[in-house]
């Protein structure tokens, strides 16, 4: 069974840090790409960060850009998104998907496989 679990989730005050982790297991996602999505309450499900599979390409959002920064280990079946300088918009469920699509223009199509999701909450 593949599952993929995140953490590193919390309440921080605005211009703090976390750094989430997904961790993979079942299965190895190191020839894929791999992304963060996050969900804010009342809304959709936002594309945040996606890196390739080697690591050597990564892309994000205008929202994030130049605060978050997506890695990857993959002697460690594990993805990483360090958050800095957040603000209260940042507020969300943070999700990571594996096995999706990065697209030469830096478009991201998610895969199948997607995680439980953790709560990021930033206080003003």
């Known amino acids: 069974q593949v599952t993929l679990v995140e953490s590193g989730g919390g309440l921080v005050q605005a211009g703090g840090s976390l750094r989430l982790s997904c961790v993979a297991s079942?299965?190895?996602?190191?020839?894929?790409?791999m992304g963060w999505f996050r969900q804010a309450p009342g809304k959709e499900r936002e594309f945040v960060a996606v890196?390739?599979?080697?690591?050597?390409?990564?892309y994000y959002a205008d929202s994030v850009k130049g605060r978050f920064t997506i890695s990857r280990d993959n002697a460690k079946n594990t993805m990483y998104l360090q958050t800095n300088s957040l603000k209260p918009e940042d507020t969300a469920v943070y999700y990571c998907n594996a096995d999706g699509t990065l697209a030469y223009s830096g478009t991201y199509y998610p895969g199948l496989y997607w995680g439980q999701g953790t709560q990021v909450t930033v206080s003003s």
């Open positions: 079942g299965r190895t996602f190191s020839g894929s790409a």
């Open positions: 890196i390739n599979w080697s690591g050597t390409s990564t």
